[in-house]
Every structure is written in structure tokens, then in C-alpha cells.
């Protein structure tokens, strides 16, 4: 079983901080009235939660959270080093501080490392695991990848909507000027773009992951977009060695699925998580 909250006559959904490792970290709480299952969404490089925007509505029947990394969003971004160990004791706090047990856990990119990360260490914690285009595969960065880096460094109109349209790599999507904007607003706060470096840094140093992936023992997911060019789909043969792991590629999508076709992705993750 997940996270069962107290029933309550009607669902909750509220955003707060919360004290994690003694820093204030931003988190949607998304409470249903009944018993069910929880679903943990993990964001990648430089994101929120508002990258979830799009998906969350659709887990009606699934308590959800969904935290802002620490060092990323609106959480606080300290000036300390950014080591995969700091977010697998971020995780285990957050986790502990929430009750949360067993769920099932989405994770895109980099949160998707996170989450191999944490799986490995913590074997049976998780109910089942859902990966989108997960990071820690790639030997060096991708040009979209650069670009992307290089929106978050440089965070004017221009370079982020250039560098969200190359993510998409489909001419006849559309990024949203909000997310652009949100963006820009984020990565100008202070100790934004030492976070981002830091953190990016950390990935860089951790190239064992590929090797350990024979390692994973609970039901997993890999979802992976046709036409993603910042971690490209030829990734996701990684994971198709593995018994326990099923593996899906969204067509027409670039490296955000959820936030490309929601409804599609979550049929399909609906599909694996009442199998």
C-alpha cells in the first residue's frame, strides 16, 4: 500500500514548504478522500513542479506529491555541493517527513537517475517505478542537452523557447509561454545557475549507472520519446536486457512526453500500474 491519508469529505490539494535536510522545499500535496494509491513525480534538470502541470490532473485516483528538488524550483537552493548522495538523503527525508511508503514513483531525466539511484539503495521501497527518458546513460552531452544548459545559464526569451522547441523536436508543437516565462523567473533567482552547474556536475561524475541496471528487482516502466534528441530514444536499449523492466516509446514525442501528449502517457502508465 501507498500513503493512505485520513478520508476527508473531499479531496485536498495544497501547496507548501516543508523542512528537508534544514532547508525549506517547495511540495504539491494532492490528497484524495479515500484509501488509494500514492504517486511520487520527480522532475528533471532545471524544472518544478509545474512540468507536471499537464499530468497531474489525470491521477484522480492517486494520492499525489510531488516536490520542487532541492537546489531547483522555488525550493531553497543552498550553497553546498550537489552529489547524487545529497538527493538520495533528500528523498529518504522527504520521505520519512510525508509517512510515505511503497508508492509508485515517476521520475523524468534526471529525476529519473534519482530514482535508479534510490531503487538501488533502497531495493524494496517502491511499489513500482516509472522512468521517462532517464538520465545516467548518456556518455556526454547531446547538443540539445547544451542548449539547454546554456538557456539556463542565459535565461533570455530567445534561448529558452529555442531550447524547449529543440527538447520538443516537433515543429507543430507549441511551447507555452508560461512555461518559458516561469523558467526565465526561476533560473534568475539567486544561486539558480550554481545549482544547475553543480548538479550537472554530479551527473557527469556518476557514469556507473548503466552498469548497474541489472541490479533493479522492482516492476519498472521506461518510457522514452521517438524523437527525443537531449537523451536520445537509442538509450532506452539499456533497459530492454532486463526481465523486469518493459520498456514503451511514445511516437512523435521529443523528451517530455507528459508534457507533450498527457492523455497518451498516462493511458499508458495507468495500464502498467493495475497490471
Known sequence: MGLVFNQQ????????FIQILGYNIRCLIIERKGPCKTIVLLHGLGASIERWSELWPLLKDYNVIIPDLIGFGYSDKPLIEYTIDL??????ELFSKLEISNPIIIGSSFGGQLVLEYSLRHKDFFEKIILVSPAGTLERPTYVLSQYIFSGLYPTIENVQ????MMANNPDYKVDENTVKDYINRMRLPNSKYALISTLLAMRRDQRLQNRLVEIVIPTLVIWGSEDSTIPVENIEYFKQIPIVETHIMEGCGHTPYVEK????????KKFIES
Request: glycine share 0%; no cysteine.
Open 262 to 269: 498527457p492523455h497518451e502517457f498516462y493511458e499508458i502508465i
Open 9 to 16: 469529505n473531499s479531496d485536498t490539494e495544497r501547496m507548501e
Open 87 to 92: 538527493f538520495v538523503k533528500f528523498l529518504e
Open 162 to 165: 529555442r531550447a524547449f522547441q
